[in-house]
Structure formats: C-alpha cells, structure tokens
C-alpha cells in the first residue's frame, strides 16, 4: 500500500481542474477515479479506524475518523475547487461551523455580528457564547457601513456578516464592509455566511473575505437529505485552528454525508441557475400582485438593493423571496396552508420550493423586540423557490393568494 502513489495521482488529476469554470469544477474537483478501479462515484468509506503498518505510523493521513477521513477528503477538496479557498472543511451541520469558527475569538475579544443573522447563529452568539465564553458580541447593521463603521473596537476579532440576510434578504456592500474593514485593523477575521447565494452566485473569498461559511444542508446539497456546515480560508492558521476545534470537540461530518454532499454539489449550477431564473419570476409576479404589500427581493430593480447586488458581482439572487401580505396572521396561515407545490416546511435550497412563516418558524427564538425591530410581523411569509416548472409554482401562489381575505 503505497499513499505517496495515491497522492501524486490525486495532485496530477487535480492540477486539470485549477483553471476551470464553476459547472465544471463542481463535477470534477475532489473527485478524481479512484486509483484502483476507476469508481467514477468518490468510494465511501465508512471506517472508523484505519490499519498502521508500525505504531504511530498509519498509512496515509487517517488514524481515526473523528479526525479525518478519505470521503470527507474528497468533499473538502471539491470544496476548496468551488469556494476557490486552499483549504476547506465538513463539520456535521452549519452551527458547528459557526461554533467552531465563532471561537477564533479568545476570552475578552469582541465579535460583531450582522443583526439580522440567522436564528440558530442568533442563538449560538446570545444564548452560549456571550454568556459562558467571555467573548464580547455586538449586533449591528451591516447594510449602513458608516454606522457599522463604529461598532468596531480595539479588541474586535472577527466580524460575522451574512448577505443576503435572513429572513429579509438585506444586502450588504461587502466591498465597502471589507474596505472599512481593513482600515481599521487589517487583523480583523470578516467571516462571511454565503448560504443564501451559494458559491454559483458569490465568491467571498475572492472578494476579500477569510472565511467562508456556509451552511451545506441548504443549497450545496440541495435535495433536503443532509444536514452539515462548511468552511473555505486560504488562510492556513485559521484553518488549522478550526480544524483543531473541530477535531478535538467531536463536530466532524459523517462519512455517509459527505458522501451524499459530493452528489449533490455535482449539479449545484444547474439547480442555482434554475432557482435564480425562478426566484426572480416569482419576485416580479408578487410584485404585481394586489394582494401584496412589498416584495424582499434584490433581483428586482425597485429593490433597494439591486445596485449593490449587481456591484458586487453577484450572478444572481437565488430562490429567496420574502414579502408582506396585506393581511394578518389569519390570512397568512391561510396563505401557507394552501400552497401545493411549495410545501410549509422550514429550511431552504432545495430543489422543492419551500414556504414558511418567519415569526412561528424559523425566528420564533429571536426576542420579539428584535423580531419587530427587522420586521419580521404576523404579516411575513419567506419562501425558497425550488427548481419546479415556472408555470406551476405561480398558478399555486395564484389558487393560495386567492384565498387570503
Ligand atoms: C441553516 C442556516 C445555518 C445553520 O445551518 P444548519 O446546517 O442548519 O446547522 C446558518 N446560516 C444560515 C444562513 C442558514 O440558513
């Protein structure tokens, strides 16, 4: 058993893909066949222990899969290919990503984080950190860099921005942000959760962010069957002491996961393309419609986020939409109870459109001052538009809507 053989095969197949677009990234980066029978599918493998030929000299890199494994290689290497960062890695879900990338930050250094994060991050900073970790935690608003501008300490390391956000898809000018950022202290980690978008539409790490986060179970695996987090730095001491973190808490992503997650990431750019033409048709139809109050959406032109979308690069909005009814909570529940195609369930990215209500769902947990604060009222409705026929998703907001009094 000869890994160095393996290694320089691997290395050889990779160096193909370092110049190749996104669609074909996706399908090859991490995936070369394997060296001795050609699987065209990357193997899985579920060991948790691995043979060493002397003591303490295992193999290849694996000893003991809470520490790595060859699957889980694999994805992190087509990771890397798509996020176009170094190094990468699979934790078993999006919050042990935040959790383990959350404590770069030591006892006494200060966070600052978007205030509209998502809940489970909500959580994560309000309910674990700040009160058991000694890290500090500001929330402040991203969108208006000069107010975020003095939220900014002597002791802040790192600055958690996720755009666009969640629930209500504000966007924030991350060239700015990161300018802004820089000139205050270049030291400063600028993490950046690129859930909503994908790598598809938004690169951060190309645009000047360390670190990547993003939450896999979304739109990477895209079928609403795995549930794990990622990461992509080129920054090598951040990855390692994340790495380290992960390893020593116990957060790595399960063999079986990783596995599915290659599959799914192999046709990421043809369902981002699909939710991007989707989410804007659905946008503009709600838009129109009279039954509606406003329409979140920065794919569409009145949005006040539509020049600084298309200034940063983005190729496209993806399938989130969010709008307010001009109803109450009855007409909304009617609404979400109705739909057929889209299904009232919470999560997003997955090929089958999905719709929810904020305040009850996904937001219940973040304090009611908060929640009226970024508008997220009894009236909100967040959907993620899947890959389904155009026609069939409008004729059931169509039937739905039509029920609303
Ligand atoms: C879902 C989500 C997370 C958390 O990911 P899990 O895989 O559910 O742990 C983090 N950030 C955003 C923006 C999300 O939508």
């Given at each position: 058993?000869d ?12 160096a193909?893909?370092?110049?190749s ?29 691995y ?7 295992p ?18 290497r ?17 919050c042990?990503?935040?959790?383990a990338?959350?404590q ?10 978007i205030?509209?994060v ?7 900073f309000?309910k674990?950190?700040?009160?058991k970790?000694?890290?500090e ?14 939220s900014?300490q002597?002791?802040?390391?790192i ?27 270049k ?8 859930t ?26 895209g ?33 079986f996961?990783c ?5 799914g ?7 981002m ?20 109050e ?11 986020y ?28 009617t609404f ?24 009850t ?22 959907m ?11 004729a059931d907001?169509?039937?739905a ?5």
């Open positions: 058993m890994y160095k053989l393996k290694q320089e095969y691997t290395d050889k197949y990779e193909n893909f370092v110049n677009k996104f669609g074909t990234k996706v399908i090859h980066c991490g995936q070369e066949p394997d060296i001795v029978y050609g699987c065209m599918a990357v193997p899985l493998c579920l060991a948790s222990t043979k060493q030929s002397e003591p303490n000299k193999y290849g890199p694996f000893d003991y899969s809470r520490c790595g494994n060859p699957t889980k290689e694999n994805l992190e087509q990771l890397s290919g798509i996020e176009g960062g170094k190094y990468s890695l699979a934790l078993a879900s999006g042990a990503i935040t959790t990338v959350a770069l930050a030591k006892v006494g250094e200060h966070i600052v984080c205030d509209d998502y809940g489970g991050t909500q959580r994560i309000r674990v950190l700040a009160p970790s000694g890290i935690f500001t929330f402040t608003k991203t969108c208006n860099v000069e107010e975020f501008k003095k900014l002597k002791n802040t390391r600055v958690w921005v996720e755009s666009p956000t969640n629930p209500t898809l504000k966007v924030t000018d991350m060239k700015a942000l990161i300018a802004a950022v820089r000139e205050y202290n030291d400063i980690i600028i993490v950046c959760d690129n909503f978008l994908s790598p598809y539409n938004y690169r951060p790490l190309e645009h000047g962010a360390d670190i990547v986060v993003e939450s896999a179970t979304k739109y990477l695996g079928h609403s069957d795995v549930v794990m987090g990622i990461l992509s730095t080129n920054r090598k001491e951040l990855y390692e002491e994340v790495d380290f973190i992960s390893k020593t808490t116990g957060a790595a992503a399960s063999p996961d596995y599915m997650l290659i599959r990431i192999k046709t990421l750019h043809l369902r393309e699909r939710a991007n033409f989707n989410g804007l048709e659905v946008a503009k139809y709600l838009e129109k419609h009279p039954k509606i406003k329409v979140n959406y920065a794919g569409l032109e009145s949005s006040p539509y020049e600084i979308a298309k200034k940063n690069g983005y190729k496209g909005n993806s399938g989130m939409v969010s709008f307010y009814l001009k109803s109450n909570f009855e007409g909304a529940s979400l109870t109705n739909c057929k195609v889209f299904s009232l369930a919470e999560s997003l990215g997955a090929v089958e459109s999905l719709i929810e209500h904020p305040e769902m996904t937001h219940a947990s973040v304090p009611k001052e908060y929640r009226e604060e970024l508008g997220i009222t009894p009236n909100f409705i967040r993620s538009v899947g890959c389904e026929d155009i026609e069939d998703l409008i907001l169509e039937q809507l039509a029920l609303v009094k």
